[in-house]
Nanobody, 124 residues
Framework: VQLQASGGGLVQAGGSLRLSCAAS????????MGWFRQGPGKERQFVAAIRRSGHTYYADSVKGRFITSRDNGKNRVYLQMNSLKPEDTAVYYC???????????????????WGQGTLVTVSS
């Protein structure tokens, strides 16, 4: 499976961005999809995930501001980011997992395929 993330850019605090991740080379609907981010000098951290069932999960730091969704017909997963803060500045990665379960959805090691990342910069 190949993943291509896009939609990053520079935005002012309080603004919004929509990230998109296009998947190819596999049966998209059978994968759980996740979003992770890595800020300057920080470790990669979980942001959001959407399982095959459509159930969604969010990090506490983005809950109520970010929404993830998927379109199986278009082989795409999205991350709508609202009320952005400077601390949201990071490279955002999408990832696909073949066998996500509830207990591992937030773990990077549970994902089998990763996209190249897209940079989001939030200015204060």
């Amino acid at each position: 499976v190949q993943l291509q993330a896009s939609g990053g850019g520079l935005v002012q605090a309080g603004g919004s961005l929509r990230l998109s991740c296009a998947a190819s080379g596999g049966t998209f609907s059978t994968y759980g999809m996740g979003w992770f981010r890595q800020g300057p000098g920080k470790e990669r951290q979980f942001v959001a995930a959407i399982r095959r069932s459509g159930h969604t999960y969010y990090a506490d730091s983005v809950k109520g501001r970010f929404i993830t969704s998927r379109d199986n017909g278009k082989n795409r997963v999205y991350l709508q980011m609202n009320s952005l803060k400077p601390e949201d500045t990071a490279v955002y990665y999408c990832a696909a997992g073949r066998a996500l379960i509830l207990s591992t959805t937030r773990e990077a090691t549970a994902y089998d395929y990763w996209g190249q990342g897209t940079l989001v910069t939030v200015s204060s």
